[in-house]
């Protein structure tokens, strides 16, 4: 079993920037497929970014340009460089590893979130 906690979040002005961190409690190296999620109540979860095994990212059209998605696995850790942040961005973000389609939600092992604030 794998537990993910983030860390990073916080309010910022628009404009502004802000790096998430998740760390997960055991080796990320062979976990397939990491990411980023991003929840606002009332509305369904939107991924943000993913990046796989050999670093190959993919991004929201709403973020590209903006948000980076990088992983340390020396570090058992996941990053969210955000910059540019607007306030549509304001949400609880979530990360999640090893993508499966036997596991809820796409993903077996989910954050328990960090909120970004943007004003």
């Known amino acids: 079993h794998v537990q993910l906690v983030e860390s990073g979040g916080g309010s910022v002005q628009d404009g502004g920037s802000l790096r998430l961190s998740c760390t997960a409690s055991s080796s990320t190296h062979n976990k397939r497929l990491l990411a980023w999620f991003r929840q606002v109540p009332g509305k369904e979860r939107e991924g943000v970014a993913a990046?796989?095994?050999?670093?190959?990212?993919t991004y929201a059209d709403s973020v590209k340009g903006r948000f980076t998605i990088s992983r340390d696995n020396t570090k058992n850790t996941l990053y969210l460089q955000m910059t540019s942040l607007k306030p549509e961005d304001t949400a609880m973000y979530y990360c999640?590893?090893?993508?499966?389609?036997?596991?809820?939600?796409?993903?077996?092992?989910w954050g328990q979130g960090t909120q970004v604030t943007v004003s």
């Open positions: 990046i796989d095994e050999v670093g190959a990212t």
């Open positions: 999640a590893a090893d993508r499966s389609t036997t596991c809820s939600g796409g993903y077996c092992y």
